[in-house]
């Protein structure tokens, strides 16, 4: 029976990794694009939600440029926001083992490593540049992904041994 279930918790870790490693290497390469063909796709984008949706009117260059910016960082936050869920779940499911504070530990340091270094590394990229802004909005939403996982996976720990007492080796 245990066998059984060591096997289902490395086949459902080896899957998180995988779908972990799938989301950094999209927003990596999503982050290394030139900047001139990042701005086009973001143009090309807010054409087609104009269309399919009651968006305001934006009249200048300088307003759409604006718009499409937002979009973009509402666009960062929401993968960091998923990288920080996912790679917090595959870290406690891979290293279920460790205590808590250990994993969580774990966890922060590569969720902060993936947003500084997706972001940093831009310097290198012709046309693009590093923003310690977008690296903090990165950092912040895996951060609420990261503490959202781990405090629901500390409040069931707390519930799991409460409704499991061990024995004290009194009997009442």
Known sequence: MKNKKKK???LAALVLWIVFIL???GITFISFQNGEATKELGSQIMDKLTRFQAVPEVSTGEEMAAATYGMRQSGRALVFLLIGIVGTI??????Y??????RTGITVFILAAIAY???KLKIYIPTRHYSYEEMMISMAAAGVGCLAVSLIMLLGRILKSLSHPKATGHSL
Do not use: D, K, P
């Open 117 to 119: 270094f997706t972001e």
């Open 23 to 25: 989301m950094i290497a």
């Open 97 to 102: 083992r460790c205590n808590w504070l250990i």
């Open 8 to 10: 289902r918790q490395g």
């Open 90 to 95: 595959t870290i406690h499911v891979s290293c």
